[in-house]
């Protein structure tokens, strides 16, 4: 589904990321570990479109990122990628429906009321049932991620990258989250790519790569 090749990236004469290559199978769940600065991020933006590589190749379903434009790239995103952040990134003054409904509102493709669907059956999915009226700014951590993790899938995405996702929660609730994800992994069948600082979060997906300055070990 997803194949990365000999992927370069420098920030001004630094390289950060260096001849990086590896695969995700479609349903796969793939974990990076590694350092702080060892180019974790900036990878997953470059697997995202959302960072352009200086070479290499990153092909989804074998189309190549390099041959699109910005517009279609951000189609592309839309399309095929759910993202989870370890500062959630929701909208605060928002109620829970509205910040799950961010994950798909632009798709035309998407009739409303199977958007309406899909957010209430995802609130079920995460814990949140009953709580689409409430408003972000009185959930705790873990809720948050709930309510991040609902808009991720929200468009049924081939791909979820997750950024440190359990990074800003206590151990407990970390777990929590992570059997979270193995349930809806089972459910939607979606391939994650998730990065994390935790052994224990890493060894619960079945392939875990190590980046170590920019490069990953093997
Ligand atoms: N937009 C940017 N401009 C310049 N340097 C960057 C930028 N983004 C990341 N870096 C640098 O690239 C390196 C890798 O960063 P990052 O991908 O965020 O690592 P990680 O996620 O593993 O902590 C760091 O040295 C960071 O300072
Ligand atoms: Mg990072």
Redesign the pocket.
Known sequence: MLQVTQIQKS??D?E??HNVGFEIGQKETVS?M????????????IVAGL?RPDSGEILFDGQSLNELDEEELASFRLHNIGFIFQDFKLIPSLTIHDNILLGIYPRNDIADDEKERRIVQLSEEVGLAGRLDESIDTLSGGEKQRVAIARSLAGHPPLVLA??PTGNLDSKTAEEIMALFSQLHDKHQTSFLI?THDRDIASQTQHTLT?KD?ELQS
Do not use: P
Request: glycine letters at 16%; charged letters at 20%.
């Open positions: 920030f001004f630094k950060v990321i990076i590694g350092k702080s600065g060892s180019g974790k991020s900036t990878l997953l933006s960072i950024d440190e990065v980046m920019g």
